[in-house]
């Protein structure tokens, strides 16, 4: 599903480098990626999704070289194929909470938004524990809960890979239990594979294999 070679990236400004020589993960493989804070998984996590593209190097997603892509053809890969879990939610302000998970269909012609979307979506938010929410604004919402509107609208498309930045950091322990059974379910449903950030090293053993960022080489040199 992954595939990283020879990659080198660094932002416009600032002196942050990361280098990655290989990098992989296998169709339907659940792995978890920790580090210190700076080591560069987040960074990690947007260039997979096209978010940023890399200096140098190649980088594969389902087959296709999303280096290879421009802007747009980026975004409509990443709403169609991969489901993302920000660590800050991404929510928009203005949108109700409803609005804000059915986002990825509205800003692409690559998906169709019709009846059976709206129902996935109403069913993911009773899922999550926020189907009773919907029609709020979010933020109306608490961390917790924007937290699980971002995790439905990921979960909303259906997608191959799952990235997942921090997915339950914001929330209190049963709900991380809850809401993690219902990420791991969703994968194996869609036969998808899942590629998490975590700082929290009680989940490490739910995961298929771990890999520690400080594999690579990232730094401020």
């Known amino acids: 599903m992954i595939e990283v070679r020879d990659l080198h990236f660094h932002y416009p400004q600032g002196e942050f ?9 296998a169709v339907g493989e659940r792995v978890a990626v920790i ?20 200096i140098t190097g190649s980088l594969m997603v389902n087959g296709v070289g999303v280096h290879e892509f421009g802007d747009r053809e980026r975004r409509d890969f990443r709403i169609t194929t991969i489901g993302f879990v920000f660590q800050d939610f991404e929510l928009l302000d203005y949108l109700n909470v409803l609005d804000n998970i059915l986002h990825p269909y509205r800003i ?26 919907l029609r709020r604004r979010s933020t109306d919402l608490s961390q917790g809960e924007k937290q699980r509107a971002a995790i439905c609208r990921a979960l909303l498309t259906q997608p191959k890979l799952l990235l997942a930045d921090e997915a339950t950091g914001n929330l209190d322990p049963s709900n991380k239990t809850r809401i993690l059974d219902l990420l791991f379910r969703s994968v194996a449903e869609h036969e998808a594979t899942f590629l998490a950030v975590t700082h929290d090293y009680e989940l490490l053993p739910r995961f298929d294999r771990v890999v520690d960022f400080r594999g690579f080489r990232a730094d401020t040199a």
């Not at 580090?35 to 890399?54: R, V």
């Not at 709206?118 to 189907?131: D, P, T, Y």
């Open 35 to 54: 580090g210190p804070s700076g080591s560069g998984k987040t960074t990690l996590l947007n260039l997979i999704a096209g978010i940023f593209t890399p």
């Open 108 to 133: 692409t012609g690559a998906l169709t938004l019709d009846k059976t979307v709206r129902e996935r979506a109403e069913r993911l938010a009773g899922e999550m524990g926020i189907g009773g929410m």
């Open 17 to 25: 480098r990361l280098e990655i020589p290989e990098f992989s993960v």
